[in-house]
């Protein structure tokens, strides 16, 4: 297949991701905590890495707005900036380790990764912007946040790591 035509249809594949993100980002766990970085796992595992940080960072402020950016926009911001990096690192890890370990094992780290970043990194992150813009106390953002964002990103990503493997096993996508 011609390189133009790999490059549209990965374009029209991270369209339709981004518009799977801003489904997932109705469905709330809690404020703008959402299953909205599903299709950007998924992206960075289909597309690549960058592909997914892009579908990470607009699904992410797509899920916001639907919150009325609860927590502001600057705050806003700064976590899509981190869901970038976070889909990002976590297709990066996936990809580079995919050839050194079994599955299990390189699924097992990559989902550590993307936990990590999209969690506890990501919320320390904007609770500490919160406290020092705002004065609302770290913790106070902090605690009442941490379990539930965790859990979504671990099922998010769980979820595009299984959707992944059907994809794979069917042939639907096939990395390019």
């Known amino acids: 297949m011609k390189k133009e035509n790999v490059q549209i249809q990965k374009i029209v594949m991270m369209g339709m991701l981004i518009a799977?993100?801003?489904?997932?980002?109705?469905?709330?766990?809690?404020?703008?905590?959402?299953?909205?970085?599903?299709?950007?796992?998924?992206?960075?595992?289909?597309?690549?890495?960058?592909?997914?940080?892009?579908?990470?960072?607009?699904?992410?402020?797509?899920?916001?707005?639907l919150s009325g950016f609860v927590l502001t926009l600057p705050v806003h911001i700064l976590v899509a900036i981190m869901m970038f990096i976070s889909c990002w690192a976590f297709g990066q890890t996936y990809i580079k380790?995919?050839?050194h370990f079994n599955f299990h094992l390189n699924s097992l780290l990559a989902v550590i990764v993307a936990v990590l970043l999209n969690g506890p990194i990501s919320l320390a992150l904007a609770a500490l912007y919160m406290q020092v813009f705002a004065g609302i106390?770290?913790?106070?953002?902090?605690?009442?946040?941490?379990?539930?964002?965790?859990?979504a990103a671990l099922i998010?990503?769980?979820?595009?790591?299984?959707l992944y493997k059907v994809l794979e096993k069917t042939k639907v996508w096939e990395r390019k």
């Open 20 to 65: 799977l993100s801003a489904i997932g980002a109705m469905i709330k766990i809690q404020g703008s905590i959402a299953f909205d970085s599903l299709a950007a796992f998924l992206g960075a595992l289909v597309l690549g890495p960058v592909y997914g940080g892009i579908i990470g960072f607009i699904g992410h402020l797509l899920s916001a707005y």
């Open 97 to 99: 380790l995919a050839n």
């Open 156 to 162: 998010n990503v769980i979820l595009a790591i299984v």
């Open 137 to 151: 106390p770290f913790l106070g953002v902090f605690v009442p946040m941490f379990i539930p964002l965790t859990i």
